[in-house]
């Protein structure tokens, strides 16, 4: 059974076929696969390839020609979940997913560069993954201004999704710094490193779409499966 906070099918659907696109693992003018054979071989129904196929089409990102095909349509500002997720599996595109691990109410770590008003914030451990497979460890922090209260239970796939529809918060941008950092003891033993190991580490600052800076955070990555990616178009 699907966690209750993730993305339907069809949309993880749609949002690792537009991370393969900015990959360039499918490339602008590429005819995709026949529908079924397509679907079969993500192991999903035609329908639900089908939704996600129109998510695109409706994105500006596919043709549909009727009796031809589909044929990728590549783009600079594809509308995506992840449009500022910036981690990929080492040979490009991978779908994001996540565990949360925990959510705490607590002082803001100092560790973090200033954001928000608040001297709390509500602090968010989780696992990440790329299409499956471990990828980083991640400690998020919203501005305690921003909620009273946040349930686990609540968390999507997404936070930049889940601040958008139940906080009204829409992140326009964020500034990201990459360092390296011991691997925190909180980290859990899933993870393919153990605690205290240095490992690249992205500091990222967030700001809502009236210019307040309301989240901060630290991902620890594996550099052996996944690196980080910025593209400039």
């Known amino acids: 059974m699907a966690h ?21 693992r499918l490339i602008d003018g590429e005819r995709l696969p026949p529908e079924r054979d397509m679907a079969s071989n993500m192991g999903i129904a035609v329908g639900t390839l089908r939704q996600a196929l129109k998510s695109l089409t409706e994105k500006g990102l596919l043709d549909r020609v009727q009796g031809s095909g589909n044929y990728i349509r590549a783009k600079a500002d594809a509308a995506s979940v992840y449009a500022l997720f910036r981690l990929e599996r080492v040979e490009g595109g991978g779908l994001p997913t996540a ?7 607590c002082a803001k770590n100092p560790a973090l560069p200033p954001f928000g ?40 796939e997404s936070l930049y999704l889940y601040y958008r ?12 710094s990459i360092g390296q950092g011991p691997l925190p003891d909180w980290a859990p033993a899933e993870f393919p490193h153990r ?39």
């Open 4 to 24: 209750p906070g993730s993305l339907p099918l069809y949309q993880q659907i749609a949002e690792l076929l537009i991370r393969d696109i900015a990959a360039g």
């Open 195 to 233: 605690p205290g190991t240095p490992l690249p580490r992205i500091t990222r600052v967030s700001w809502a779409q009236d210019g307040r800076s309301v989240e901060a955070s630290l991902t620890w990555y594996d550099p052996e499966t996944v690196r980080y990616v910025a593209r400039l178009k």
């Open 117 to 156: 008003a608040h001297h709390e914030g509500h602090r968010i451990r989780r696992l990440r993954f790329l299409s499956g497979k471990v990828a980083a460890v991640e400690e998020i922090w919203l501005d305690g201004a921003e909620a009273e209260r946040i349930a686990q239970a609540d968390l999507s």
């Open 99 to 105: 565990r949360v691990l925990s959510v705490d109410r």
């Open 165 to 176: 529809q139940r906080l009204g918060i829409w992140i326009a941008r964020a500034e990201d």
